[in-house]
């Protein structure tokens, strides 16, 4: 393994696979954990969605480059070293659109316009009662 610049380090074959198989693992894992609480614990699901970003960061720089982020200071480090590395015009174009996607879905949420918030409510209610398991039966099959 070699160390760059204090910042992160370039694994060895056998490092590898394993650095990146426990980020896909974790990235995932966040994922679907913050999924399961984004209604009942929003805050909680926006910290998780977070660190599913940053592992599949990792994941990616372990995988691409072979780059191992240390312990110290994780998350400038990935941020730096994803700026260093995604420098590419069509990957850089490609990650500023995701990017700006990402923003625009979460102002919509994280700021909802009043008349959005009563659809967002209603879609939520009506998805909520589609998973039930306990609905009673509307009154003409009773």
Do not use: C
């Not at 312990?71 to 490609?94: P, W």
């Not at 659109?97 to 102002?107: N, R, S």
């Not at 009563?118 to 099959?141: I, V």
Request: aromatic share 10%; no cysteine.
């Amino acid at each position: 393994m070699v160390t760059l610049g204090n910042s992160w380090e370039i694994m060895d074959i056998t490092e590898k696979g394993v650095y990146v198989q426990w980020h896909d693992y974790a990235y995932q894992d966040d994922l679907e954990s913050a999924e399961s609480l984004i209604e009942t614990h929003p805050r909680n699901a926006i910290i998780l969605g977070y660190y599913s970003m940053h592992n599949i960061a990792k994941k990616y720089l372990g995988d691409v480059f072979s780059i191992k982020i240390p312990h110290d200071d994780t998350h400038s480090s990935t941020l730096k070293a994803l700026k260093e590395k995604i420098n590419k015009e069509a990957t850089k174009k490609r990650v500023i659109e995701l990017m700006k996607e990402a923003q625009e879905e979460y102002e919509i949420f994280s700021k909802p316009k009043p008349e959005l918030l009563s659809t967002l409510l209603r879609y939520g209610k009506s998805e909520r009662a589609s998973h039930s398991y306990y609905q009673s039966k509307p009154e003409a099959e009773k």
